[in-house]
């Protein structure tokens, strides 16, 4: 696969788009420095001039409060200054603007990924779970391992806290797959997690699941110990609380 050093990462992505190329992969979604672009089985490599390939995110580390683009038009912002030596990934997302999200069907490679809703309301979909549905202020999505999933709507101003290990991680759009799929499969396993989502409208039919706390506890002390769980939580309470 050919390596392209590119200046700006969405212009150049543009611009492959525009002579027939389709995006592939980003990496990584808070920050994206690399990106992979297809057409017809050949495959293109773009990466930011000043982050060569292979270089760690140590350089990247932002200041602590600094709001950034991500991907799909999504802002972000580090709760855990040092990413636990890039273990674990705390992002405050904020997307400004509402309606319609420019986001597409994707996955990430990821060991787990919690998402939960500070403010407002985002329309979300995932594959076998279903139809859309807002996930609201308080509700708390586990998303498994290369789910398929797409963010549809948002409310303006609406705020997420995400959640993930590794803190450095491809996203890959899917190109074959669409959202809703036909069949509904809540028990299936994605990489030995399955999906939960918890939400505070208990009555509601589409969020039944009563065991997901300790499914979440369970994911986390699977991937990072008990005291660097609470080192990640003091970390994001410090940061929250400096909003
Ligand atoms: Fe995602």
């Known amino acids: 696969m050919d390596t392209i050093p590119v200046e700006d990462l969405d212009t150049a992505i543009e611009q492959y788009k525009a002579l027939g190329y389709r995006l592939d992969m980003i990496f990584p979604a808070d920050n994206p420095r690399e990106a992979v672009v297809s057409r017809g089985g050949e495959s293109v490599q773009l990466v930011l001039e000043n982050h060569p390939v292979g270089e760690t995110s140590a350089p990247l580390l932002r200041k602590e409060g600094s709001w950034i683009k991500g991907r799909a038009g999504m802002e972000y912002r580090d709760l855990i200054p040092d990413r636990m030596g890039g273990k674990v990934i705390a992002s405050h997302i904020r997307l400004t603007t ?44 586990l998303q498994p391992p290369e789910i398929r999933h797409r963010v549809l709507e948002c409310e303006a101003n609406s ?33 030995g997690q ?16 009563e065991t997901t706390c300790e499914e979440f506890a369970e994911r986390m002390k699977s991937v990072i110990t008990p005291d660097e769980i609470l080192d990640a939580v003091i970390d994001v309470s410090r940061s929250l609380c400096r909003m």
Not at 178 to 184: I, S
Not at 201 to 207: I, Q
Request: overall charge negative.
């Open 98 to 141: 509402g309606g319609e999200v420019p986001d597409y069907v994707h996955y990430h490679k990821i060991d787990f990924q919690m998402i939960y809703c500070l403010k407002g309301r985002i329309k979300v979909v995932y594959e076998d779970q279903g139809g859309s549905f807002w996930l609201e202020t308080g509700d708390c999505v």
């Open 159 to 191: 705020e997420v806290i995400e959640i993930t290990m590794p803190a450095e991680h491809e996203t890959w759009v899917e190109h074959d797959i669409t959202l809703p799929t036909d069949e509904l499969k809540p028990d299936r396993d994605f990489g």
């Open 194 to 209: 399955r999906f939960f989502v918890t939400s505070l409208r208990t009555a509601d039919p589409a969020f039944p699941n």
